[in-house]
């Protein structure tokens, strides 16, 4: 599949993805559950924010989601599923809006612009996160994308969508660098704690408190009342 680089694009409307630790250690987990040891692959929505060309990626979910093998085209996304968790998040967080969705890919595949395309329903530049859960070498475990329309030089082609890769990275609040470490303490499974290391790692020198200490506290207080799996 085309991608375009960043530099490739003279009027950006995507920067940066910013994705939180705890929405990675959420995708792992998710993906262990469903999808370890087979050739699946796991999507789901993101939630967070963006602001002058920075998405910031601080909460997500997983979609049922099922594809055929043979042929890309044919694939399901539980879109009742979708809207059922998204009601429920906003009554969590209103601040947080469906900013894209996420794939453990592990890279780019030929059905994932038609499934880009469903998110233009909830914001005009979606980004695609593609999360590697078994990293073979140290380094971040995303890549992101946007999707722009490229115009043929020949009048007589038709344009297409294509993906421009965009730079991410890891960033997290003290809180939940505290929540990390936390969960580390608890975890068994070698992917997850191999991952969540190297990504605490690269946040050991972030700072900084703020709301999201009560986000975190109505989150769980949902899934006390069994409202959240």
């Given at each position: 599949?085309?991608?375009?680089?960043?530099?490739?694009?003279?009027?950006r409307?995507?920067?940066?993805?910013?994705?939180?630790?705890?929405?990675l250690?959420?995708i792992?987990?998710?993906?262990?559950r469903?999808?370890?040891?087979?050739?699946?692959?796991?999507?789901?929505?993101?939630?967070?924010?963006?602001?002058?060309?920075?998405?910031?990626?601080?909460?997500?979910?997983?979609v049922?989601?099922?594809?055929?093998?043979k042929?890309?085209?044919?694939c399901?996304?539980?879109?009742?599923?979708?809207?059922?968790?998204?009601?429920m998040?906003?009554r969590?967080?209103?601040?947080?809006?469906v900013?894209?969705?996420?794939?453990t890919?592990?890279?780019l595949?030929e059905?994932?612009?038609?499934?880009?395309?469903l998110?233009?329903?909830?914001?005009?530049?979606?980004?695609l996160?593609?999360?590697?859960?078994?990293?073979?070498?140290?380094?971040i475990?995303?890549?992101a994308?946007?999707a722009v329309?490229?115009?043929k030089?020949?009048?007589t082609q038709?344009?297409?969508k294509?993906?421009?890769?965009?730079?991410s990275?890891?960033?997290?609040?003290e809180?939940?660098?505290?929540?990390?470490?936390?969960?580390?303490?608890?975890?068994k499974?070698?992917?997850?704690?191999?991952?969540?290391?190297e990504?605490t790692?690269?946040?050991?020198?972030?700072?900084?408190?703020?709301?999201?200490?009560?986000e975190?506290?109505?989150?769980l207080?949902?899934?006390?009342?069994?409202?959240?799996?």
């Amino acid at each position: 599949m085309d991608v375009i680089k960043t530099q490739q694009i003279s009027s950006r409307p995507i920067e940066k993805v910013i994705v939180h630790p705890l929405v990675l250690l959420s995708i792992v987990d998710n993906y262990n559950r469903v999808a370890k040891d087979t050739h699946k692959r796991v999507i789901g929505v993101l939630l967070g924010s963006s602001f002058k060309g920075t998405v910031d990626v601080t909460n997500s979910y997983a979609v049922p989601f099922e594809e055929d093998d043979k042929d890309p085209s044919i694939c399901f996304l539980d879109h009742n599923y979708h809207e059922s968790m998204f009601s429920m998040f906003k009554r969590i967080n209103a601040k947080e809006h469906v900013v894209g969705w996420y794939s453990t890919g592990p890279k780019l595949r030929e059905n994932d612009l038609d499934i880009h395309g469903l998110f233009h329903d909830y914001v005009p530049n979606p980004v695609l996160v593609i999360i590697d859960v078994q990293p073979k070498e140290l380094g971040i475990p995303t890549k992101a994308y946007y999707a722009v329309e490229e115009v043929k030089e020949n009048a007589t082609q038709k344009s297409q969508k294509v993906f421009v890769h965009v730079p991410s990275e890891i960033a997290a609040h003290e809180v939940e660098e505290i929540g990390v470490e936390h969960l580390l303490r608890d975890v068994k499974d070698t992917t997850i704690s191999t991952l969540a290391t190297e990504v605490t790692g690269k946040l050991a020198a972030l700072k900084g408190l703020d709301a999201r200490l009560r986000e975190i506290r109505g989150y769980l207080d949902v899934v006390v009342d069994e409202k959240l799996p």
